[in-house]
């Protein structure tokens, strides 16, 4: 069966951190990784890591896939209090059609 | 560019009735993905469609069906429902969904709670 999980499911640090969110998976016909912030409602998209190795980044934030040990993370550096949400990884797959495996996410708070 | 929509945003519905949620993806997607997310179980992949034609199921009971119209606007339905059916449904469009390293695109999800 198709299985994502994240780590930590919930994390609370002050302003000023840098946190590391951790996401495993195994899936077959694995094509992508993705990472999700999900604030209120909509989750919205981060990053797409296909490649094993090659970081990603944007702003504060960055993150990198190992395609050889099935996993990836996610890196905040300076956390601001805006940064408070739940964070989702999701294994895409391709079967006849696009498919995301979600991880149970990861409530992150930053305490001012 | 408008984003993904979805209708209504927040249902009241009692056990045993049927609802049908409405999602129009971003202009030009002509794949839609509906997902259920609760508490327990996260985000969890309910179908997708392509072309008015399911590609992909997830593991649902078949109470949980959907369709899409020519003009990619898509609808789920839910009939017979039961407590544990409240949730919030996400839809997600992306161009063709199919092999193309596309992202998926969230609408803000319609609060499902059944009494």
């Known amino acids: 069966e198709d299985k994502v999980v994240q780590s930590p499911l919930s994390l609370v640090v002050h302003e000023g951190d840098t946190v590391t969110l951790n996401c495993s998976y195994e899936v077959t016909n694995f094509r992508s990784l993705l990472w999700y912030k999900q604030e209120k409602k909509a989750p919205t998209f981060l990053f797409m890591l296909?490649?094993?190795?090659i970081e990603k980044k944007s702003g504060r934030l960055s993150s990198i896939l190992d395609k050889k040990e099935l996993f990836s993370i996610l890196n905040i550096t300076a956390t601001q209090t805006g940064d408070s949400a739940v964070y989702l990884c999701a294994a895409e797959i391709i079967q006849g059609a696009q498919k995301l495996v979600f991880g149970q996410g990861t409530r992150l708070t930053i305490n001012p | 560019k408008a984003g993904v929509t979805q209708t209504p945003r927040y249902l009241i519905k009692t056990r045993g009735q049927q609802v049908t949620l409405s999602c129009s993806p971003i202009?030009?997607?002509?794949?839609v993905s509906w997902y259920q997310q609760t508490p327990g179980q996260g985000l969890q992949f309910l179908f997708e469609y392509f072309s008015e034609t399911q590609r992909n199921k997830g593991n649902f009971p078949g109470r949980f069906s959907g369709r899409q119209f020519s003009n990619s606007r898509s609808e789920m339905n839910v009939s017979t429902l039961e407590l544990g059916d409240s949730a919030l449904y996400l839809c997600?469009?992306?161009?063709?969904?199919?092999?193309?390293?596309?992202?998926?695109?969230f609408g803000p999800g319609t609060r499902l709670l059944v009494l």
């Open positions: 997600a469009s992306s161009l063709a969904g199919y092999n193309t390293g596309e992202t998926q695109y």
């Open positions: 296909t490649s094993s190795g």
């Open positions: 202009s030009g997607h002509r794949s």
